[in-house]
């Protein structure tokens, strides 16, 4: 018998008993009799509750990297349990644009007669003159290389549809490897291609009897004792549709193994202020309307002795971690996009608005100042650190608050905006006035730490607009100002950069497994996607490479 | 209520709001109260409160709501004087007799400052380049920090020595989607120098019923010589060589967009320039030209790298 939660219905796989799962505290006021006449070890394990389910393989996540380790923890052979805080599967890949860093020589490349190997993958991704290539663990990039050509066969045979390859090139990739997936049909909820990966992904998982429990969120990885031992399951608490706990609390005991996939960090200011102390609360994750990814899988593994993997992946200030976003609302990645008939969309409360022509904008801190070239590319580092420099808050010195794009009604005509909800997010980070004065009166916001001054406002308004005349941005040598802002109404939004991607998460091996403070394994515990930590490449592929690596290798061991 | 309570003496009253009367407000502002009386632990309702102005009742509103031993009236809205300075109100509760009982009155004094309301300034429309010394128009919009009426006050337009250069009287309609943006067009004299021109609106605000501060802005502007000379410039992609449409071209002052085909026109004097290109997503590019005659100028456009401009 192990040494953890006490098998309350030992040899059943997989059996719920929703009656059965109770309240921790309630647990914790019987567990103390228990302490009471148990040894250490003992008493340290009886911190947990009795198992309400029982299953080989849990997987925390139903996002690319889970549903991935998922499936192949099941073809192995394994029982498996999906548990996911949203109340849809998807994750963070439901968002994206569905692209896949996937090659080494594939029928599609042959086809087009590119040559490509996993030496050339492996080539392009540990490439030491470029930061976002020199920080990895290079032999997490090997085995992400040697795994691509089955992994594409893998990902077909489980209902991938490949569309075709993106043609130029793209972070590391010399214009080979990124692949992108045929979108869902008739997908509800977003317009954004990565249905077309998770979509398949659930079908299949659920032909294989993987069970997927929605809205459960993973609150502790039990361990045989805090620091030591085997991994053996996960503690639950349901969930609300904004992700708060609820009462009902569940025990899942894990056989094989724990993988987590829970979308990294971007979402938890705690967090992701350890790697760049900049990055406060103002600055909103990427796609947070559908996966809040606080870190949870990441915490979860650290307080049972978790190391994490190669953090300068989070602060090479070379691919977009950070990205301008788009604006007018609070979640405004860049590529956030979900329908207005969107089940989720009340977490989204409008659309936002894409900024074709930074010419039509400027962009002002809290002090209504203007900061930088607003034509700064989205990789441009110097950007953020102009936008997230201090401006004078005396209870916060980190992070530069928020950043409002100021324009005219002659802007909205050029960019052909439409500027009422639901593009638009009036409550907050949107704002329409007659004059700018007015306009800088308005903007009431949670992260606008003092009121905007109308003078200093209408000074930058002015100041730029005889730019325009002038032909020279004077402060910030803006290529040509060509647009005045004059026309009214004007118009401020919220264009405060947002998060993109975690690059670092828990240290894993080749086998995905967790790797602790001492270099060693911790057995049963694995991590895959934004959650694991050691290769800094974007995106689903890495997701699934080493989700589909945990599932083989949990659903290997030894119940 | 027993026998004996009603034979006894009522305890004395006590007012207060619910919300205190900010110190400063503008002047004809709604100013919202919310009466609470207590000190009898007896439902009011039904009891009236005046507000009293000087020596006149200017509002009157009952107790509608018995809580806690409190007694209170729904929101009401009063007006505040729509003079600058200090105001004052009497919040009364008058003597009067509720169910059965005679109270005696209370009062609450209520004192605060009037101010004027701020006005502000959008000056759009401006052309530029501008040739010397030929008229052209602006149009200026006021808007009072109240929303009030501003059609008919006057605003002027002062040059950069200060000169009036124009004047308006701005209009009894608000601008088009603005919430009331009070706007005229104004005819002004021509600028009688070359070069970049930082010229003032002022709104007085003297003229306007309710007292206003004044406010000022800034516009700015190009002041040419007559044009002489027709520039051709094509803009077309490097690597491609194909036309590149709906790019910004600036020759100095002058600025236009080019069109399907690639093509803009600009007509300006001789004169040496400096030649600017934008569109979002290729490389900002610029030369000087010198224009001496009708000319044709074809520009290359570098489009960035993906890398630079991808945001999945």
């Known amino acids: ?559 | 209520m027993s026998a004996d309570r009603q034979a006894a003496a009522p305890a004395a009253l006590s007012l207060e709001l619910a919300e205190p009367v900010p110190p400063e407000v503008p002047v004809g502002a709604a100013v919202v109260l919310q009466v609470r009386v207590s000190g009898a632990a007896c439902n009011l309702t039904g009891g009236r409160i005046e507000i009293v102005a000087g020596e006149e009742i200017v509002a009157t509103a009952e107790l509608i709501a018995f809580r806690d031993s409190v007694n209170e009236t729904a929101p009401f809205t009063l007006t505040a004087p729509v003079r600058v300075g200090a105001f004052s109100w009497t919040v009364r509760f008058p003597s009067q007799n509720i169910g059965g009982i005679a109270y005696g009155e209370a009062v609450l004094a209520v004192s605060a400052q009037t101010r004027p309301h701020q006005t502000s300034l959008a000056v759009w429309a401006v052309p530029t380049p501008v040739q010397i010394a030929r008229r052209f128009s602006v149009t200026v919009g006021a808007k009072s920090s109240g929303a009030c009426a501003l059609g008919g006050a006057r605003i002027e337009v002062c040059d950069d020595t200060g000169a009036i250069v124009g004047e308006g009287i701005l209009g009894e309609t608000p601008w088009p989607g603005s919430d009331a943006l009070y706007w005229t067009e104004v005819m002004l004299a021509g600028p009688i120098r070359e070069g970049l021109q930082g010229w003032s609106v002022a709104f007085p605000a003297t003229d306007v019923a309710l007292p206003h501060l004044g406010s000022s802005a800034q516009f700015s502007f190009t002041a040419v010589k007559p044009p002489e000379h027709r520039v051709a410039i094509t803009v077309i992609e490097s690597d491609v060589a194909a036309p590149v449409e709906k790019t910004e071209v600036a020759l100095g002052p002058y600025r236009a967009a080019t069109d399907k085909a690639g093509l803009a026109h600009i007509e300006a004097p001789r004169g040496t320039y400096q030649l600017a290109v934008w569109k979002s997503g290729f490389k900002p590019a610029s030369r000087n030209v010198e224009i001496a005659a009708d000319a044709a100028v074809q520009f290359e456009l570098v489009r960035l790298p993906n890398e630079l401009t991808a945001w999945d």
């Open chain 1, 1 to 559: 018998m192990s040494k953890g939660p006490t098998e309350s219905h030992p040899g059943k796989d997989t059996e719920d008993r929703p009656g059965s799962a109770i309240d921790r505290r309630s647990f914790l006021a019987s567990g103390a009799a228990a302490v009471a006449i148990a040894d250490a070890p003992a008493a340290q394990a009886a911190e947990a509750a009795a198992w309400d389910r029982e299953t080989d393989v849990v997987v925390i996540g139903a996002g690319a990297g889970g549903l991935v380790a998922a499936i192949a923890a099941r073809e192995k052979g394994a029982s498996v349990l999906i548990v996911e805080k949203n109340f849809d599967i998807g994750g963070r890949a439901m968002m994206s644009f569905g692209g896949l860093y996937i090659g080494g020589g594939n029928r599609l490349q042959k086809a087009k007669g590119v040559e490509d190997s996993p030496d050339r993958e492996f080539a392009d991704w540990s490439r030491p003159e470029k930061p976002m290539g020199r920080f990895s663990d290079r032999a997490l990039v090997r085995t992400w290389a040697d795994n691509t050509l089955e992994l594409f066969d893998w990902l077909e045979k489980n209902g991938i549809k490949w569309d075709s390859y993106r043609g130029v090139p793209d972070r590391l990739d010399r214009n080979r490897t990124r692949l992108n997936v045929v979108r869902w049909p008739n997908e509800p909820t977003t317009p954004a291609r990565g249905s077309g990966f998770v979509r398949p992904l659930e079908k299949t998982a659920r032909q294989m009897g993987i069970e997927i429990l929605l809205q459960q969120q993973m609150t502790k990885i039990h361990r045989e004792s805090p620091l030591a031992g085997r991994v053996t399951g996960i503690a639950t608490v349901e969930v609300d549709d904004w992700f708060k706990p609820k009462t009902r609390t569940m025990n899942i005991k894990a056989r094989k193994g724990v993988i987590i996939a829970t979308g990294g960090s971007a979402g938890n200011p705690v967090f992701r202020t350890m790697f760049d102390v900049r990055l406060t609360e103002e600055y909103q994750a990427e796609n947070s309307e559908w996966t809040e990814r606080t870190g949870d899988g990441e915490i979860a593994a650290m307080e049972i002795g978790a190391a994490l993997g190669a953090t300068a992946c989070q602060t090479t200030q070379d691919d977009n971690l950070i990205t301008k976003g788009r604006m007018g609302k609070k979640s405004n990645g860049a590529i956030t996009e979900l329908y207005p008939t969107s089940p989720h969309f009340f977490r989204a409360r409008a659309l936002g608005l894409v900024v074709k022509d930074y010419q039509n904008v400027i962009l002002v801190k809290e002090n209504g100042l203007r900061f930088y070239d607003e034509t700064a590319t989205t990789r441009d580092y110097e950007y953020y650190a102009a936008a997230l420099a201090w401006t004078g808050d005396p209870r916060k010195f980190n992070g530069g608050g928020p950043i409002w794009a100021i324009f005219d009604a002659d802007a909205v005509a050029r960019e052909e905006w439409d500027v009422k909800p639901p593009h638009v997010d009036p409550n907050g980070y949107f704002f329409t006035a007659d004059t700018i004065e007015e306009l800088a009166a308005k903007i009431v916001n949670e992260y606008q730490w003092r009121p905007m001054s109308g003078a200093a406002l209408r000074k930058s308004v002015e100041r730029y607009n005889s730019f325009v005349d002038a032909g020279v941005d004077a402060d910030f040598k803006k290529p040509r100002p060509m647009h005045k802002i004059a026309r009214p109404p004007f118009y401020a939004a919220w264009h405060t950069p947002a998060l993109h991607d975690s690059y670092t998460g828990v240290r894993i091996n080749t086998s995905a497994q967790v790797i602790d403070l001492h270099g060693k394994v911790i057995p049963g515990l694995y991590a895959c996607g934004d959650s694991a930590g050691g290769f800094g490449q974007h995106g689903i592929c890495r997701a699934a490479t080493f989700g589909r690596i945990a599932g083989f290798h949990a659903a290997a061991q030894a119940s």
